[in-house]
T-cell receptor, first 111, second 113 residues
């Protein structure tokens, strides 16, 4: 069964710190992996999409990596800000027309 | 550019009443369309997906149904709502094969009372 796991479920860090969110998946035959952000009561905003042929993607203070062999992806946030507080979801596409989601990490940046 | 519209944003319905949530996509053709549900404090659950007009795949047997009457329109329905149908419903689209990622709508908060 193809599964995606995110640990920890919640994370609090002081403002200004760099942080890493983790995502693991059970099937190395992954097509791509997408990181989303969800604010309370809102929809999902796509942050980064990494294709299976790529090792990483960057957008501003965000950097996402993908290691198919180990079944892991990380989302690195540099110089965290209170506005980064949200739930972060990773989702893997295994080529079966469906996206498999992790349960998310709730991030709180402490001013 | 492609956009996805989902409405209504919030809905309060009594138990036993019908439901119709609508989702439309603009700026693309023949998208894959999806309905997800997010219960309070829980992860995203795929309910239905469609790869073409009239083609609906159900992931979880339940009180809901979906239809795709037009290429870029996806509707989630119920004849009689249950309390357990409460949740946050999200529509999404992707290109065939999912290679360009998924784009989500802004969601509908459904409360069944």
């Amino acid at each position: 069964k193809q599964e995606v796991t995110q640990i920890p479920a919640a994370l609090s860090v002081p403002e200004g710190e760099n942080l890493v969110l983790n995502c693991s998946f059970t099937d190395s035959a992954i097509y791509n992996l997408q990181w989303f952000r969800q604010d309370p009561g809102k929809g999902l905003t796509s942050l980064l999409l990494i294709q299976s042929s790529q090792r990483e993607q960057t957008s501003g203070r965000l950097n996402a990596s993908l290691d198919k062999s180990s079944g892991r992806s990380t989302l690195y946030i540099a110089a965290s800000q209170p506005g980064d507080s949200a739930t972060y979801l990773c989702a893997a596409y295994f080529g079966n027309e469906k996206l498999t989601f992790g349960t998310g990490t709730r991030l709180t940046i402490i001013p | 550019s492609q956009t996805i519209h989902q409405w209504p944003a919030t809905l309060v319905q009594p138990v036993g009443s019908p439901l119709s949530l609508e989702c439309t996509v603009e700026g693309t053709s023949n998208p894959n369309l999806y309905w997800y549900r997010q219960a309070a404090g829980r992860g995203l659950q795929l309910l239905f997906y469609s790869v073409g007009i009239g083609q609906i795949s159900s992931e979880v047997p339940q009180n809901l149904s979906a239809s795709r009457p037009q290429d870029r329109q996806f509707i989630l329905s119920s004849k009689k709502l249950l309390l357990s149908d409460s949740g946050f419903y999200l529509c999404a689209w992707s290109s065939l094969g999912g290679g360009h990622g998924y784009t989500f709508g802004s969601g509908t908060r459904l409360t069944v009372v």
